[in-house]
């Protein structure tokens, strides 16, 4: 395996795990992240499916990208925007045939820390990879751009998730003490995975081009 193939595996699995975490999410019940929050709420009033709907908003973001943010994009922004909503519709299809019933509330804040956990590990490996932003992510950069950078990330990223939990909440999403704990861990989190596993996994390949160089 050469560095390009370990990003895609890394960016593939990353994104694999984004989508089962947001799966665990919903089935612990105790709210979700800011955008899944916002695509949970308006999908269950259209209707539709968290996958079929998170798709078409990610394509309508893609467009916003296109125009404002074209260099964001990679084959990591497709993977994204089309998989995550998917792989989370068959985790809960998958737990509704199990038929076990509703958890108790020390299940489900036990699912809801697992789901923290394999979000920020998947965010990790998808943003060490550097193989595209995904389309919500791009918001607070192009953001940022078009206010030529008068604000930080963190205000703009910020405003986008208040926004977000704002609208999921006006139709029907969960908000919970999930929300708050996975808008606080995941940041933390993610840079410990990011200095533990990902970009030791990647500087190997470094170390072995240098060294195959060097004979």
Do not use: W
Request: some cysteine.
């Amino acid at each position: 395996m050469n560095k390009i193939q370990a990003k895609l595996f890394m960016m593939l699995i990353g994104n694999l795990l984004l989508g089962l975490a947001v799966g665990i999410f919903i089935i612990a019940e105790l709210g979700t992240d800011p955008f899944a929050t916002m695509n949970l709420g308006i999908s269950a009033t259209l209707g539709l499916s968290l996958g079929f709907y998170q798709l078409l908003f990610n394509a309508l973001l893609f467009i916003i990208i296109i125009v404002y943010g074209r260099h964001l994009i990679g084959l990591g922004t497709i993977v994204n925007m089309v998989a995550i909503g998917f792989i989370a519709d068959f985790i809960v299809y998958s737990y509704n045939q199990l038929n076990v019933g509703q958890p108790s509330i020390t299940v489900k804040l036990l699912l809801l820390l697992i789901g923290i956990m394999i979000a920020s590990f998947g965010l990790s490996l998808y943003i060490t990879a550097q193989l595209g932003v995904a389309p919500y992510d791009a918001l607070p950069l192009i953001i940022m751009k078009m206010l030529n950078e008068s604000i930080s990330f963190t205000k703009a990223r910020l405003a986008v998730d208040i926004l977000a939990v704002v609208i999921g909440s006006l139709f029907g999403a969960v908000v919970g003490v999930g929300t708050l704990l996975i808008a606080v861990s995941l940041g933390p989190m993610v840079t410990f995975y990011n200095k533990c596993i990902s970009e030791p996994f990647l500087q190997r390949y470094d170390v072995l081009v240098a060294k195959n160089k060097s004979i």
